[in-house]
């Protein structure tokens, strides 16, 4: 049975009224609420908009304060302002509180922090006494951007422990919560002075003031990976989550063969909660299908076919994993044989604009701002998609695990690439906040983002309007897909909760001017996506592709940098492509060996398969008789010459830094290396070039990466 509470307590404030009588709604609170900054205040603040949503049946009225404080002992404490007196006279039957803002100043929040609840209590019971039977909301605060001068001086923590304080006043006050943080926090775009919403951001708030108020969420609604031909992980408990309106019963229910003993369906029930959030946990399952999945709310209902319990992939990076099928070496044989992998399902994500040398036109542009960069048409069989448009890496992984798995377990690939985009950009905005606030300045003039990337994103956003609506200039609240968390926001967002079993990564090229920065980065990318994504007790894996070959002088200290990163993270592994690289090209065309290096990587690690997965990695070194360099092996077995010639590209250096040529010669598990110009080696490095010859692999073909070693 329907159970819309919020729809029931407005009939019930309304009880006793006539019919002429209006809901009265004041909303309550500082500058935001005022609408400071609004051209058009009187129509587009965020209680103007609110009036438009309800509706003639609703009395709206604005009582925000500017610089109004929710502590007595500022100045301008709201309870001294005459919109406070003003509210209490109104006698409102719906009462929306945002205050707490200005507290962060550092004059009120360190030395009137412990008076914050008690005093907000106490204004909470001031607009009960003036109508008892009054709805009370209170608010979580909307963002303060990087950019506010006080931001990292206090500002950024005293934000976060205001909305703590929020959240126990809505507790022990026994009223609503409003979240006015989230459904703004990912666009800066909308603050123009990091701390008040435009018009728009304005309208963003009052739609979320409206749902909240009156239960309306807009219906059944299901996250962007729910479809047709979906994937869902095996073998842990199964959520199964979505929006109704608030008190709405919702059911969930699966069928097919063999789901369990004795049952060919799976039946659960929940219950939206105030801000519209329903959940189900199902029982894990083993890998099977196909399966129906029925949502159903109300009259409404959602019908998903052809669903599997098997393994999910989201396949990431930028444009070497974006690199299509029908681009790489074997794209002949790869497209013939696409359509014939029955097991294998895709969910691919394209951005709607392209990051070439263009200026992107405003229609572009507005989409941008409004995180509508990525498309996708949900869930497909590879009968369905377009497999000649698809990632080539992903492709080559997710066959290569169908290939090697049990029959019955289906891959799911969720494939998010786009072209150019750094590191940086695919980190959540809280992670960069709090862990690495200084990439965020002035992102296109700020050092800590590759020069190459700035440029080309300057370049795309060059006909964006300026604030006021007029062109020229440039416009730095713009959003681009270059942009710190920008990725994050459009593309791994819409995913998050997403149960997964693994990741696979190809990216850093737009990184790798500087090993030092991405060695900070990379750690704080996985830290976002493992918040972000269901895993299960251990870390989530992630499996990556080194930068291959390319005459870019940064490169091999890059790479070395990435094997060290594969060495020290958790659940963390390397796969090496340096020989399959082109001197020229920073698109190589050989897709084919890297997706199955990956794949190679994750049999081992992630399904425990008895496979040699990586070429031999130095794991103990040191200085042999004086003259002599002595490395050992792990992954050695059949160590040998790729080309049946003498080791190439080992150096050694003495004391003085210089490395020289040397000869390497393998023993066993080992190698010894020997320069006539070092009598005395503290380092050996290999495959030390941007276009490197190397040729260093073990017995099954997998080549070694390039590394550096210094001595103790």
């Known amino acids: 049975m329907k159970r819309n509470f919020f729809a029931l307590l407005l009939v019930l404030v309304a009880i006793g009224a006539t019919a002429k009588d209006k809901i009265k709604v004041a909303c309550v609170g500082n500058s935001v609420t005022y609408g400071y900054g609004i051209a058009d ?4 603040s965020y209680p103007a908009q609110l009036q438009q949503m309800l509706g003639e049946d609703y009395d709206v009225r604005n009582f925000g304060r500017s610089s109004a404080t929710l502590t007595s002992r500022s100045p301008m404490a709201y309870i001294k302002q005459p919109e406070y007196r003003e509210a209490i006279d109104f006698k409102a039957d719906l009462v929306v509180i945002h205050l ?33 039977k009054a709805r009370i909301w209170v608010c979580l605060l909307t963002p303060i951007g990087h950019q506010h001068h006080r931001f990292q001086s206090g500002t950024r923590d005293w934000h976060l422990q205001v909305t703590e304080a929020i959240r126990k006043v809505a507790l022990g006050a026994g009223v609503g919560l409003i979240d006015l943080f989230t459904p703004l926090s990912c666009r800066p775009d909308l603050f123009p002075d990091a701390l008040h919403p435009n018009a728009e951001g304005a309208g963003i708030l009052a739609r979320t003031v409206c749902q909240n108020l009156t239960g309306n969420f807009g219906g059944l609604q299901m996250p962007l990976t729910y479809s047709d031909n979906m994937v869902l992980q095996r073998n842990q408990p199964i959520v199964i989550n979505g929006k109704a309106n608030a008190g709405d019963e919702v059911e969930v229910k699966i069928e097919g063969l063999n789901l369990q003993p004795q049952t060919s369906s799976l039946k659960y029930q929940s219950v939206a909660d105030s801000w519209g959030c329903w959940s189900v946990e199902l029982p894990a399952m083993t890998a ?12 409404q209902k959602k019908v998903y076919r052809n669903v599997w319990m098997g393994d ?6 930028q444009s070497n994993m974006e690199f299509m099928l029908r681009q790489c070496a074997t794209s002949a044989a790869d497209l013939k044989e696409a359509p014939m992998q029955q097991r294998l399902h895709v969910m691919a994500m394209y951005p709607i604009a392209a990051t070439d040398n263009v200026e992107w036109p405003q229609a572009v542009l507005d989409s941008v701002n409004a995180l509508k960069y990525m498309t996708t ?24 695990l169908c290939d090697s798995l049990e029959d019955g377990v289906h891959i799911g690939l969720i494939c998010n690439p786009v072209g150019g985009t750094p590191a940086e950009a695919w980190i959540d905005r809280w992670t ?10 002035g992102w296109l003039h700020n050092d800590h983002i590759q020069d190459w990337v700035r440029g080309r994103a300057a370049k795309n956003i060059a006909l964006a309007l300026n604030q006021d609506g007029s062109k020229g200039g440039a416009n730095e609240l713009q959003r681009h897909s270059y942009e710190p968390c920008y990725m994050y926001e459009s593309a791994i967002r819409p995913l998050e909760g997403t149960a997964l079993k693994g990741v696979i990564w190809y990216q850093g090229e737009s990184n790798a001017h500087n090993s030092e920065l991405h060695t900070r980065l990379f750690p704080l990318l996985e830290k976002s996506w493992r918040k972000a994504f269901a895993f299960g007790a251990e870390p989530l894996p992630f499996y990556f592709v080194q930068l291959s070959s390319l005459n870019r ?33 920073v698109h190589p065309i050989y897709k084919k060996e890297v997706g199955r290096r990956l794949a190679l990587q994750a049999l081992r690690h992630s399904y425990g398969h008895d496979v040699v997965s990586q070429g031999p990695a130095p794991i103990a070194w040191r200085a042999d008789e004086g003259d002599e360099a002595v490395i050992s092996f792990s992954d050695a077995d059949g160590m040998h010459a790729s080309d049946g010639g003498p080791l190439r590209t080992f150096e050694v250096a003495g004391e003085d830094g210089v490395y020289y040529p040397a000869v390497a010669v393998i023993e066993g598990d080992r190698i010894r290396i020997k320069s006539v110009e070092v009598s005395h ?19 099954a073909g997998l080549p070694a990466s390039t590394f550096e070693l210094i001595f103790n």
Request: aromatic share 14%; glycine share 8%; net charge neutral.
């Open 288 to 299: 099977g299908g196909p399966y129906t999945m029925t949502v159903k709310s109300g009259k």
């Open 432 to 441: 960069l906040q709090w862990d690495y606030p200084q990439i965020l300045y």
């Open 312 to 317: 999910v992939w989201l396949c990431s990076g």
């Open 681 to 699: 080696p503290v380092s050996v490095r290999y495959g030390w070039q941007p276009f490197t010859r190397a040729n260093l692999v073990n017995g």
């Open 553 to 585: 002088p940064s490169w091999p200290r890059f790479r070395n940098s990435q094997r060290l990163l594969a060495e020290g993270l958790p659940q963390t592994w390397m796969a090496v492509s340096t020989d399959l690289g082109d001197s020229l090209d």
């Open 377 to 400: 048409a949900g869930w497909q069989t590879m009968q369905q998609v377009d497999a000649g448009r698809l990632s080539a890496v992903a492709y080559h992984f997710g066959k290569t």
């Open 41 to 44: 205040r009187e129509h587009c």
């Open 100 to 132: 707490g803002l200005n507290d962060t100043d550092p004059r009120w929040w360190p030395n009137y922090s412990e008076e914050f609840i008690p005093e907000y209590r106490a204004l909470i019971d001031s607009f009960r006494v003036a109508n008892p």
